[in-house]
Nanobody, 117 residues
Framework: EVRLVESGGGLVQAGGSLRLSCAAS??????????MNWVRQPPGKGLEWVSSITGGGGRTSYANSVKGRFTISRDNAKNTLYLEMNSLKPEDTAVYYC????????RGQGTQVTVSS
């Protein structure tokens, strides 16, 4: 059974930074085979895709709302996915999930990020 466990969320002031981690386990194939994603759910809204990274880590993509501020990365030796978030804004407040798919159907339990103004 695939398990994704996010950590690193918290309360931060606008302009601050956080680094999220996602520990993955239970993949039937090597973690490095799978493209991975970060998605988020702002309060009262639906899931929205944030960023993706290919299995080998060589290609990344970002939602326009976070481009230039967030960086996705992975350490396949540690089966871990990361999201470095800088210049945070109040509108980044959400529960953040790592997911196997860009729609977030196969995601972890999430970690709360709250950005105060």
């Amino acid at each position: 059974e695939v398990r994704l466990v996010e950590s690193g969320g918290g309360l931060v002031q606008a302009g601050g930074s956080l680094r999220l981690s996602c520990a993955a386990s239970g993949f039937t194939l090597s973690f490095s085979v799978f493209d991975m994603n970060w998605v988020r759910q702002p309060p009262g809204k639906g899931l929205e895709w944030v960023s993706s990274i290919t299995g080998g880590g060589g290609r990344t993509s970002y939602a326009n709302s976070v481009k230039g501020r967030f960086t996705i990365s992975r350490d396949n030796a540690k089966n871990t996915l990361y999201l470095e978030m800088n210049s945070l804004k109040p509108e980044d407040t959400a529960v953040y999930y790592c997911a196997r798919d860009s729609a977030g159907a196969y995601r972890g339990q999430g970690t709360q990020v709250t950005v105060s103004s």
